[in-house]
C-alpha cells in the first residue's frame, strides 16, 4: 500500500517536474519581455533547471517524513520491525 501511495505521490512530482525545454521557453520568454538579456539564457536556463531539482528534493523530504510520521501515529510496524522480528526468529530456532 505505502508504495502505491509512494508511486501516486512520484507521478504528481513527475508532473510539476520541469523540463529542460520548459525552462529554455520561461528563460525565452524573460528575454522577450526585457527581463533577461541573451548573454545570459545559459546560465539562466541552468539555474532554473537547478533551483527545480532542488525544490523537488525538499518536496520529496518532506513527503516522506510525513509518511514516516504517519506510519508511526498507526502504529504500523516497518520494515525493520519485521526484520527484527526474523532475526529473533531465527536466534530462538537455534536454542
Known sequence: ?????????????????????????IVDELIKKGELTKDNRSKAVHDLLEKAEEQEKAILEKISDE?????????????????????????????
Not at 500500500?1 to 521557453?25: C, H, N, Y
Not at 504517519?70 to 531465527?90: A, H, M, N, V, W
Open 67 to 95: 509518511v514516516n510520521k504517519s506510519i508511526e501515529k498507526l502504529g504500523i510496524p516497518t520494515k525493520q520491525d519485521f526484520e527484527r522480528l526474523e532475526k529473533k526468529i531465527d536466534e530462538l530456532k537455534k536454542k
Open 1 to 25: 500500500m505505502f508504495d502505491l501511495f509512494k508511486k501516486t505521490v512520484l507521478m504528481g512530482l513527475g508532473a510539476m517536474t520541469i523540463t529542460k525545454e520548459k525552462a529554455e521557453d
